[in-house]
């Protein structure tokens, strides 16, 4: 229902971009993008909410965005700790309920 | 508020998969949606299903007609029961807190603010 590159890269310092695309029902309807961390072995972790908002303790190195029926997470200066998987969230009114994107492996090289 | 999921490690084809969600730290019934997301290996993460405060439940379309969620006040914890497993069902399950960001609370403006460490379910003989 969303879908997300399978992986994307950067060296330490770079800017990399996460994309979620959607459709009239989700994220074109409009309804709100979430993004999560994932790492191995842990608990996924907010990392955006609400399109544009980052929780405490996110640094502002996070960036999120929305148009029509895409989303994108942006993250600023790479770092190690940035390595992951991030999955975008959304709900989808056709499905009456909340669906997730199929994750996007971020690697820094 | 910490979340932690229990429930049998190994389960066998056919029968039903029961895994319990405990929460400290905030009482179940003050507010916010309670769910279930799992994640097979290797692959991405599913959300199952989830109960409101209020006990009205939502599930997955294509898990539906084998899940129930409940919540059980008396112990502050909700569960997970899903019935006919095959392998398909192994996975990591994970139990969460589905937070409102705004809006007037409608379903489409929670997240999952606060997640369990997760479950392993395998399903096998």
């Known amino acids: 229902v969303l879908t997300q590159p399978p992986s994307v890269s950067g060296a330490p310092g770079q800017r990399v971009t996460i994309t979620c695309t959607g459709s009239s029902s989700n994220i074109g309807a409009p309804y709100d993008v979430y993004w999560y961390h994932v790492l191995p072995g842990t608990a996924p972790k907010v990392v955006m909410y609400a399109n544009t908002n980052r929780p405490s303790g996110v640094p502002d190195r996070f960036s999120g965005s929305k148009s029509d029926t895409s989303a994108s997470l942006a993250i600023t200066g790479l770092q190690a700790e940035d390595e992951g998987d991030y999955y975008c969230q959304s709900y989808d009114s056709s499905l009456s309920g909340w669906v997730f994107g199929g994750g996007t492996k971020l690697t820094v090289l | 508020v910490q979340l932690q999921e229990s429930g049998p490690e190994l389960v066998k084809p056919s029968e039903t998969l029961s895994l319990t969600c405990a929460v400290s730290?905030?009482?179940?019934?003050?507010?916010?949606?309670w769910g279930w997301i799992r994640q097979p290996p290797g692959k991405g993460l599913e959300w199952i299903g989830s109960i409101h405060h209020n006990g009205n439940t939502y599930y997955s379309s294509s898990l539906r007609s084998r899940v129930t969620i409940s919540v059980d006040t008396s112990r502050n914890q909700f569960s997970l029961r899903l019935s006919s497993v095959t392998a398909a069902d192994t996975a990591v399950y994970y139990c969460a807190r589905q937070e409102c960001s705004g809006g007037g609370c409608y379903p489409q403006y929670y997240y999952m603010d606060v997640w369990g460490k997760g479950t392993t379910v395998t399903v096998s003989s």
């Open positions: 730290g905030y009482s179940i019934t003050s507010g916010f949606y």
